[in-house]
C-alpha cells in the first residue's frame, strides 16, 4: 500500500469528478506519495498545523497511472534522505484504487497505518 495526504475538500472533489488528481499534477508532472514509514516524516515536514486532511490508502495494482519509485522530490525533512524512494504517480488516481480515507491530523502521530 502508498498514501497520499489530501485536504477533505479535495477528497470530495474528486469523488464529485470520479478521480483524483492534486496541483502537483500539473506543476511537477506527478502526484507525490509516501509508504507507511514515509508519512510521519513528510506530515511532519509539509502539513503541520493543518486539520483538514485525509490520508488517502492506495492499492498500487490497481492505480491506472504510472507509478514511478524516485528519489525525494521536494525539499529535505527529517527521518528523510536522498537514498529514500518515494511513489509518484504520473496521472490521476482512479477511485477504485483508494482502499481506504483515514481522517488525518499531522500532529497527532499516534496513526496506525
Not at 72 to 92: K, Q, R, V, W
Request: hydrophobic letters at 40%; proline letters at 5%; one cysteine or more.
Amino acid at each position: 500500500m502508498i498514501y497520499h495526504i489530501t485536504t477533505k475538500t479535495e477528497w470530495q472533489n474528486a469523488q464529485t469528478k470520479g478521480e483524483y488528481t492534486a496541483l502537483s499534477l500539473q506543476s511537477e508532472g506527478f502526484i507525490h506519495c509516501s509508504t507507511a514509514k514515509q508519512v510521519a516524516p513528510v506530515a511532519n515536514a509539509f502539513y503541520k498545523g493543518q486539520n483538514d486532511l485525509v490520508l488517502l490508502k492506495l492499492d498500487e495494482s490497481r492505480i491506472k497511472s504510472q507509478v514511478k519509485w524516485e528519489a525525494p522530490a521536494g525539499p529535505p525533512a527529517d527521518g528523510i534522505n536522498e537514498s529514500d524512494l518515494f511513489p509518484h504517480i504520473y496521472g490521476t488516481i482512479n477511485l477504485d484504487a483508494v482502499v481506504s480515507v483515514i481522517d488525518f491530523d499531522p500532529d497527532n502521530q499516534s496513526l496506525i497505518l
